[in-house]
Nanobody, 126 residues
């Protein structure tokens, strides 16, 4: 059973940085794609970034790719989201997702992922 646990959220001022972590367990992730999504109050869940476990290839939402970086540590079974130059509109619950997907192109769709963490709150004050 895949288990994902996020951490690292919190309150930060605009312009600041946070690094989110996702601890993954329960299977061998070598054929998985891992992703970060976020959901702000009253809004739909939004794709942030994805990474292919096997080779580290990444995909980002265009509006975030210059500020956010997704990475993984295959030894520690961790996925990270480094967020820089944070803005108040980045305020949301950030969730880690995982699934066996054949291509990063479909990783932008939340319904493609069967496994989710509980989420971590990120609040950016102005």
């Amino acid at each position: 059973q895949v288990h994902l646990v996020e951490s690292g959220g919190g309150l930060v001022q605009a312009g600041g940085s946070l690094r989110l972590s996702c601890a993954a367990s329960g299977t061998t992730f070598s054929r998985y794609i891992m992703a970060w999504f976020r959901q702000a109050p009253g809004k739909e869940r939004e794709f942030v970034a994805a990474i292919r476990w096997s080779d580290g290839e990444t995909r980002y939402t265009d509006s975030m790719k210059d500020r956010f970086t997704i990475s993984r540590d295959v030894i520690k079974n961790m996925v990270y989201l480094q967020m820089n130059s944070l803005k108040p509109e980045d305020t949301a619950v950030y969730s880690c997702a995982a699934d066996y997907l054949t291509t990063l192109a479909i990783a932008t769709t939340a319904r493609r992922f069967a496994y989710w963490g509980q989420g971590t709150q990120v609040t950016v004050s102005s």
